[in-house]
């Protein structure tokens, strides 16, 4: 079990620790519910040091990512981040990712980190001469602030205007006295940071920002509230919403397929989109009391099995019980369904999406 830099500072906090991708990990240090509001209402801080890091350097760069991912990067600018997705030949997604433009001959990739090998492995295999692609996810250390107060907080330590930079950008600078990446991006739906520093000086960063934050109720957060802050703003999980059996036609990506440009796996969705998409992800509400519906549960139109939930689970902010789920495309918002919850069928609803708005999507907007 590998340790992020920040992992004795975890258990000299309280925290729970659990395995996950290979790390120990604090999936709560108070309560989940207690955590989730925290970033719901002040700022929270994340260690999310494991996830995968990937350079992708050299003069085809550019021309290297705009062909493995499927969102535009040809015309992205330093200083740029994006949304992007990566596709096996048959149209399955094998990623979800952030693409960090540093620079014309500088890709910088983060991803997921249950995919982070087989990601790396994946660009590496075809790695064409003029490109060099390096797995740099031991180099770095990440720490997410995230929450309407998160502005507050990073403005009293770093030395450059960090709550200056747009919606989905990033900029170099010190923060607490060292030099990082700051990125305005994050996996919460609320307006924030995330940090990237090297191993040496992250526990020196994450105490500052405890210290910094202190008079602004900030929290440490655990994975358990990371996982209950996505699902409310309706955020893909990879190996729940995502996987090589679906594609982002189905998952709600079209934004960031750009059907303009060649990329791998493009062919595939051609056919997806002259055949016709059969199936779409949607949020259900539960009209009835009786159980909470789970990933892989069944969902039914009276007694004809129709899809199932990718995740499902109390809504905190928005007060309810709740799944994200894939059902037939022709389903509408305020068709009633039934979830199958330990043996019995439970009226559910669908509705908009997501359940929960929150102040990232104001910067979304802004943008």
Same mark, same amino acid.
């Given at each position: 079990?590998?340790?992020?830099?920040?992992?004795?500072?975890?258990?000299?906090?309280?925290?729970?620790?659990?395995?996950? *991708?290979?790390?120990?990990?604090?999936?709560?240090?108070?309560? #989940?519910?207690?955590?989730?509001?925290?970033?719901?209402?002040?700022?929270?801080?994340?260690?999310?040091?494991?996830? /995968?890091?990937?350079?992708?350097?050299?003069?085809?760069?550019?021309?290297?990512?705009?062909?493995?991912?499927?969102?535009? !990067?040809?015309?992205?600018?330093?200083?740029?981040?994006?949304?992007?997705?990566? =596709?096996?030949?048959?149209?399955?997604?094998?990623?979800?990712?952030? !693409?960090?433009?540093?620079?014309?001959?500088?890709?910088? =990739? +983060?991803?997921?980190?249950?995919?982070?090998?087989?990601?790396?492995?994946?660009?590496?295999?075809?790695?064409?001469?003029?490109?060099?692609?390096?797995?740099?996810?031991?180099?770095?250390?990440?720490?997410?602030?995230?929450? @309407?107060?998160?502005?507050? +907080?990073?403005?009293?330590?770093?030395?450059?205007?960090? !709550?200056?930079?747009? &919606? $989905?950008?990033?900029?170099?600078?010190?923060?607490?006295?060292?030099?990082?990446?700051?990125?305005?991006?994050?996996?919460?739906?609320?307006?924030? $940071?995330?940090?990237?520093?090297?191993?040496?000086?992250?526990?020196? +960063?994450?105490?500052?920002?405890?210290?910094?934050?202190?008079?602004?109720?900030?929290?440490?957060?655990?994975?358990?509230?990371?996982?209950?802050?996505? $699902?409310?703003?309706?955020?893909?999980?990879? /190996?729940?919403?995502?996987?090589?059996?679906?594609? @982002?036609?189905?998952?709600?990506?079209? $934004? *960031?397929?750009?059907?303009?440009?060649?990329?791998?796996?493009?062919?595939?969705?051609?056919?997806?989109?002259?055949?016709?998409?059969?199936?779409?992800?949607?949020?259900?509400?539960?009209?009835?009391?009786?159980?909470?519906?789970?990933?892989? &549960?069944?969902?039914?139109?009276?007694?004809?099995?129709?899809?199932?939930?990718?995740?499902?689970?109390?809504?905190?902010?928005?007060? &309810?019980?709740?799944?994200?789920? &894939?059902? @037939?495309?022709?389903?509408?918002?305020?068709?009633?369904?039934?979830?199958?919850?330990?043996?019995?069928?439970?009226?559910?609803? #669908?509705?908009?999406?997501?359940?929960?708005?929150?102040?990232?999507?104001?910067?979304?907007?802004?943008?």
């Amino acid at each position: 079990m590998k340790k992020t830099p920040i992992f004795d500072k975890h258990v000299a906090l309280g925290a729970k620790m659990v395995p996950f *991708a290979g790390y120990g990990m604090p999936i709560q240090y108070t309560s #989940i519910l207690e955590e989730h509001k925290t970033v719901r209402e002040n700022v929270g801080l994340f260690d999310v040091s494991h996830m /995968g890091e990937i350079d992708i350097t050299g003069p085809g760069a550019v021309a290297f990512t705009e062909k493995i991912m499927t969102n535009q !990067v040809a015309n992205m600018k330093p200083g740029e981040a994006e949304y992007s997705i990566m =596709l096996t030949d048959k149209g399955g997604i094998i990623d979800d990712l952030f !693409v960090h433009f540093v620079s014309k001959e500088h890709i910088f =990739l +983060v991803v997921n980190a249950s995919n982070a090998e087989k990601d790396y492995n994946w660009i590496k295999s075809h790695e064409t001469p003029d490109v060099k692609v390096t797995d740099r996810s031991c180099d770095y250390a990440e720490i997410a602030l995230q929450g @309407p107060k998160a502005e507050l +907080v990073i403005k009293k330590l770093a030395d450059f205007n960090a !709550v200056d930079i747009p &919606y $989905f950008h990033f900029a170099f600078g010190q923060v607490a006295g060292k030099h990082v990446m700051v990125a305005r991006t994050g996996y919460t739906g609320e307006d924030g $940071f995330e940090v990237y520093t090297t191993n040496e000086d992250a526990p020196h +960063v994450w105490d500052e920002f405890l210290k910094a934050g202190a008079e602004f109720g900030i929290k440490p957060i655990g994975l358990g509230a990371r996982d209950t802050l996505r $699902f409310e703003a309706c955020y893909w999980l990879y /190996g729940n919403e995502l996987d090589e059996t679906i594609n @982002p036609f189905e998952a709600g990506q079209k $934004f *960031a397929v750009k059907m303009e440009k060649d990329f791998i796996g493009k062919e595939a969705l051609q056919k997806v989109e002259a055949d016709g998409i059969k199936r779409k992800l949607v949020c259900i509400k539960m009209l009835e009391e009786g159980g909470v519906p789970r990933t892989h &549960y069944k969902i039914y139109d009276g007694s004809t099995e129709v899809g199932f939930v990718t995740s499902g689970g109390m809504l905190p902010t928005a007060g &309810y019980i709740g799944a994200m789920a &894939y059902v @037939p495309t022709n389903y509408k918002v305020g068709t009633r369904l039934q979830v199958e919850t330990r043996g019995k069928l439970l009226a559910c609803e #669908i509705i908009k999406k997501p359940f929960y708005k929150g102040t990232a999507g104001a910067k979304r907007e802004e943008k």
